[in-house]
């Protein structure tokens, strides 16, 4: 696997480290081995046979967010988020397992989440029954993080849908509501393809497939054709969904949300998706003052630290990650903080106490008092 990133570890290894910057892991640690360069060519003397493929490597390979933004400032447009993470699947097919790595195998083995709850109960409890429409078509995929930390996310969503008299899209109704990725970011990809294979036998059956979470979408989009898992169901992000109802005039505001909101790009919707523009166009229909933007923004868009699996391997650099981003909205008095992900919610939440931190969903719903 790693064999097919030989030219970019090489390119990087002589490269003057351009994108070196960039890198929120490289910034928050201050090590230059922390940097796209720095874990680059670890891999390069690894492949020449001067440095032994051991625990350190693999540490040292798990420091990375995954967020691309070193491929934004790349002439070669590296991607080395993609070499770190089959470096960690190579680490663990040589046994090299960190203590971290392992416990979460354990842990999501267990539950088939990381999360650790019985996720299909919980949405359950949070979404009415009229909203698991039997024999759906179109289907919502609400997402382990969404339904363990953001139910408001989820409810809101069928909400919605309702205002825009939209009944034929049913909430999953499976025992299994992790699609799989945190298994794929931590190198278990092993566990990550017969994961993926029992969520794939059951999202085969239906024709559209919505969610809220910009990492399921991708890995259903793109991750799980890899592994010859290729949906037949066109997939969409929630703001990708809705936006057309509002290009078509369906969407009956009825209040204009009245704060203002700073938007924050989601890496996996806006780098790995391509969608910058869905989130900011809703955000400006239902909002009174015009949307703020951070200073990174879009392709340049700075990760929150929630990616990759890094506040698990690394938690205290994640942290260092959201800290960063977060002070340039603290410079923003009475401004609320929005995103399109349920895993940026989750870490900003997690790193910040007093700040509201919605979805764009929250707030359409606001403005259609719903
Ligand atoms: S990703 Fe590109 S810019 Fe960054 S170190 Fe590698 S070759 Fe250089
Ligand atoms: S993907 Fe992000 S965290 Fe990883 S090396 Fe590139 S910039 Fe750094």
Redesign the pocket.
Known sequence: MLKKFEK?IE??TY??????FSCPVGNATARETA???GR?SILYLAKKGQKNWDRELAALVELCLTCMI??E????R?D?AAAMLAARAESISRGIVTKEVESFRAFFSKHDNPMGDDLHAHLQSHLASKYFVKEAQVVYFSGCSAIYQSPQNIADTFKIFEALGIDYVGAYPGKIQCCGAPLRFLGLEKEFVEHAKKVYRQLGRYKVIISGCPSCVYEFKAVYPEFDLKLTPRVYHITEFLWPFFQQGKVQIKRQYPKSVMYHDPCYLGRYLDIYEAPRKIIDEVCREQLIEFSWNRKSSYCCGGGGGLPITYPDVAKTVVQKRLAEFMEKKDAVLATACPSCQRHFSKHSSGIEILDVTNLVAWALEV
Do not use: I, Q
């Not at 490269?15 to 070196?20: A, Y």
């Not at 400032?73 to 070669?76: D, G, I, T, W």
């Open positions: 970019e390119y990087c490269c003057p480290k351009m994108c070196k940097t796209p360069w680059m070193c491929r400032y790349c002439e070669h590296n080395v």
